[in-house]
């Protein structure tokens, strides 16, 4: 075997946006990937567990997510949602009838005692997942935005007011009593590690939740391995979602400037997109620019490809003891 056939990769990532490059990531390296998946935005919803961006992350890796949204199964009905509204019932969080089966069964697996990991693993087992795809940590972390409105619980914040009240923090209830499980931990101390690639995902609503964990950060740092992040600002903009509304709010310059500061002793490169390329000299890490616009399966194996490359040309450039902090 190659030593790049041997190469392992750690992929941290929330939902739509991250889900996209881990696809890319996922399409080159197959079962040498392990996604760290944010569940900050789990909650329980009509007595069921529900884990969105693991299923997001399961179902982009599937191939059976719905193409339109980025989230939920493709061919989905909605018998269930329709029979919901005539009884009256809470419609604001769509829950398709295939969808349903995932968190009817999840629900049925942590009720009989199963862990999250397990319960992942289980699903994406009989998805056909070949990545290995981890919930961040099994105890219960939840994300929670301070608004101008009051405090909403993450998904209240995010669908049922589409992210409309002014924010004014964001905490993560439960964190400092969570921790990585054995697995992420494993995945992170592998020997043949390469790289940990942090996705376009929003920083401060996806990848802060996975970084608040006590230990989460020092275990990537100790890794020893060159961490890159995928900017998820093009042009000043988000593709979509809330992040740049949510940089202004919290008084944030909105720019890849402010993502890489953001990341300040987390990351040692940082992916921005062409159109910013004249951003490069105001950035005080090595940059990769290339295109980041992820619409094709093409567009996020390229960019997958990018990140490899990039994590093999900061590695070649400091011996890894160096990189441990
Ligand atoms: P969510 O949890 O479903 O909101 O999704 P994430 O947090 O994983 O991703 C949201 C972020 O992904 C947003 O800030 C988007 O700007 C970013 N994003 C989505 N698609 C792309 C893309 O194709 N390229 C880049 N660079 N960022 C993207
Ligand atoms: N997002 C929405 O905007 N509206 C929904 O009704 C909705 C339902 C839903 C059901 C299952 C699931 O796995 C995800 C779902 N999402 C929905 C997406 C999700 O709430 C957010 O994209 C993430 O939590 C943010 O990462």
């Not at 194996?301 to 040309?313: G, K, N, T, V, Y």
Request: net charge neutral.
């Amino acid at each position: 075997m190659t030593r790049a056939a041997s190469q392992t990769f750690v992929a941290l990532t929330g939902g739509v946006g991250g889900a996209k490059l881990a696809l890319g990531l996922a399409n080159l390296l197959g079962e040498r990937l392990t996604v760290v998946v944010n569940t900050g935005d789990d909650f329980e919803h009509l007595g069921l567990y529900i884990s969105p961006d693991v299923d997001t992350a399961l179902y982009t890796l599937a191939g059976v997510v719905n193409p339109l949204t980025g989230w939920g199964r493709r061919d989905e009905t909605w018998t269930f949602m329709q029979a919901l509204q005539e009884l009256g019932g809470p419609t604001w969080f769509k829950l398709g009838d295939s969808d349903l089966a995932t968190h009817v069964d999840r629900t049925r697996r942590l009720r009989s005692g199963a862990t999250p990991t397990s319960t992942c693993t289980h699903l994406a087992a009989r998805l056909g997942v070949a990545a290995r795809v981890l919930p961040m940590s099994d105890r219960p972390v939840r994300t929670v935005v301070d608004t101008e409105e009051g405090t909403l619980a993450f998904q209240k914040y995010f669908v049922r007011e589409q992210c409309r009240p002014v924010a004014k923090a964001i905490r993560f209830d439960g964190a400092s009593a969570a921790k990585p499980t054995p697995q992420v931990i494993e995945a992170l101390s592998a020997p043949g590690l390469a790289g940990v690639i942090v996705c376009p995902s929003n920083p401060w609503l996806s990848i802060d939740p996975i970084l608040a964990i006590p230990g989460m950060r020092e275990a990537v740092r100790a890794s020893g391995v060159p961490v890159v992040a995928v900017s998820p600002i093009i042009a000043g903009k988000a593709v979509k979602g809330p992040t740049v509304k949510i940089m202004r709010e919290l008084g944030l310059t909105t720019d890849n400037r402010a993502i890489a500061d953001h990341y300040a002793g987390l990351i040692d490169g940082i992916v921005i997109d062409g159109s910013d390329a004249d951003a490069v000299g105001g950035l005080p890490l090595p940059v990769t620019v290339t295109n980041t616009l992820m619409r094709t399966l093409d567009d996020k194996i390229a960019l997958a490809r990018d990140c490899l490359a990039f994590c093999s040309r900061l590695s070649a450039r400091t011996p890894a003891p160096e990189r441990r902090r």
